[in-house]
């Protein structure tokens, strides 16, 4: 079971470390995804690590400011959120994947999902 936490209230600027975390599974041999999906719109991915090689990816929205990574003594992957905008208010999800293109491919791919975690950046 999967459970994403870390969210929070921040002012824009801020950072937050959200973690993903597994109980009664290792996430080292999964490609974890995490998403976000803000009001009105459509879930997105935000970034992914991939399990054959811990590689990443990450959208062009948050490049340069977010940072996806493994945590294999807490069974974690965190994402560490830097300089967050309020654009970035969302609930943000974890999910696992067995697909080796599931960092490009579809969020279908992605077929295990944490329940959320808020964050919203907002003075």
């Known amino acids: 079971q999967l459970q994403a936490s870390g969210g929070g209230l921040v002012q824009p600027g801020g950072s937050l470390r959200l973690s993903c975390t597994a109980s009664?599974?290792?996430?080292?041999?999964?490609?974890i995804g995490w998403f976000r999906q803000a009001p009105g719109k459509e879930r997105e991915r935000v970034s992914c690590i991939r399990a054959s090689d811990s590689s990443t990816t990450s959208a062009d929205s948050v490049k340069g400011r977010f940072t996806i990574s493994r945590d294999s003594a807490k069974n974690a992957v965190n994402l560490q959120m830097n300089n967050l905008k309020p654009e970035d208010t969302a609930v943000y999800y974890c999910?696992?994947?067995?697909?080796?293109?599931?960092?490009?491919?579809?969020?279908?791919?992605?077929?295990?999902w944490g329940q959320g975690t808020l964050v919203t950046v907002s003075s």
């Open positions: 009664g599974v290792s996430l080292r041999g999964y490609t």
């Open positions: 999910a696992t994947s067995r697909h080796i293109y599931a960092c490009s491919g579809s969020q279908d791919m992605f077929l295990s």
